[in-house]
Nanobody
């Protein structure tokens, strides 16, 4: 499976942006999809996870709970990260990654350890 992120760009504080992660050359529904963010000068951190198959299990970093929504459409081989009330701290490079048969059951700080494949990232700027 290969993953490609899109949808990055400039968003105003308080605004919304949706990032798609699209898979190809593989069985998309066999993979949990996790979004990570790397902000300038900081380590990469987990943002949100959606489980494989029907995506009935989701999890979020505390910093985005209540503002971000992750969903998947297996017919389109795409996972969406809907970012609402975006704040300057949400700026950075967003990567989606895939983990085969994963259910997002670990702590957000451990998600890195389970990823099998990575996209190349999409850049999100937050500025007025």
């Amino acid at each position: 499976l290969q993953l490609v992120e899109s949808g990055g760009g400039l968003v105003q504080p308080g605004g919304s942006l949706t990032l798609p992660c699209t898979g190809s050359r593989g069985t998309f529904e066999d993979y949990a999809i996790v979004w990570f963010r790397q902000s300038p000068g900081k380590e990469r951190e987990g943002v949100s996870c959606i489980s494989w198959s029907n995506g009935n299990l989701v999890d979020y970093a505390d910093s985005v709970k209540g503002r971000f929504i992750i969903s998947r459409d297996n017919a389109k081989s795409t996972v969406f990260l809907q970012m609402n009330n975006v704040q300057p701290a949400n700026a950075g490079i967003y990567y989606c990654a895939g983990a085969e048969y994963y259910d997002c059951s670990n702590d957000v700080t451990q998600w890195d350890d389970y990823m099998d494949i990575w996209g190349k990232g999409t850049l999100v700027f937050v500025s007025s």
